[in-house]
């Protein structure tokens, strides 16, 4: 049973800089892996930020980057503002068939 | 503009079945994979599967838990895509999303509600 890991929950101030990780009990996340990252809000639909680990949507804010980082996929904020307070997922792809998601970082701005 | 919409969720009985539809508009459906999508109530996301568009053989993946029971189908004609639920347990009550994409899923659907109940 491959686990994908995400810290449960983090907070940051308005203004600051965060970032998120996604590990897999295989191994190191490679681009193998084409991480993807969503935001979720609240009795909403999830929002694709992120894939490929790096490539942002075209709607994508350019204060979220993702990136590689220690063996682990990663979601940076960076001037982080009150709306972007909210559930982020990240998801990747085994052998480029099976998905499996982490279980999500609460995000607080506070 | 890209539109995605889920339809055909509902209320069903433990081992009956129902199909999902997704209907989507604004782009050339036949070019690109889609996926489905889903989340149990208070849960996090999980991935049901993709199926590949028909340049890349129009095959599909699913995840574990759900195959064998679950079915992905495209109409590019119709730009569509099914999601065919079979022998549904209570386990499978959540909301599903579809979304453009297989391995860089972007835009995504409001979601439509299955609930499996006796």
């Known amino acids: 049973q491959t686990v994908v890991t995400q810290e449960p929950s983090l907070t940051v101030s308005p203004g600051g800089t965060v970032t998120l990780t996604c590990a897999s009990s295989t191994g190191a996340v490679t681009s193998d892996y084409y991480p993807n990252w969503f935001q979720q809000k609240p009795g909403q639909a999830p929002r694709a930020l992120i894939y490929s680990a790096s490539n942002r949507h075209s709607w994508t804010p350019a204060r979220f980057s993702g990136s590689l980082l220690g063996g682990k996929a990663a979601l940076t904020l960076s001037g982080v503002q009150p709306e972007d307070e909210a559930e982020y997922y990240c998801l990747l792809f085994y052998g480029g068939a099976q998905g499996v998601f982490g279980g999500g970082t609460k995000l607080t701005v506070l | ?118």
């Open chain 2, 1 to 118: 503009e890209v539109q995605l919409v889920e339809s055909g969720g509902g209320l069903v009985k433990p081992g009956r079945t129902l199909r999902l539809s997704c209907t989507t508009s604004g782009f050339t459906f036949g070019d690109y994979a889609m996926s489905w999508f889903r989340q149990a109530p208070g849960k996090g996301l999980e991935w049901v599967g993709f199926i590949r568009s028909k340049a890349y053989g129009g095959t599909t993946e699913n995840a574990a838990s759900v195959k064998g029971r679950f079915t992905i189908s495209r109409d590019d004609s119709k730009s569509i895509v099914y999601l065919q639920m079979n022998s549904l347990k209570t386990d499978d009550t959540a909301v599903y999303y579809c979304s453009r994409g297989g391995w860089s899923p972007g835009f995504w659907g409001q979601g439509t509600l299955v609930t499996v109940s006796p």
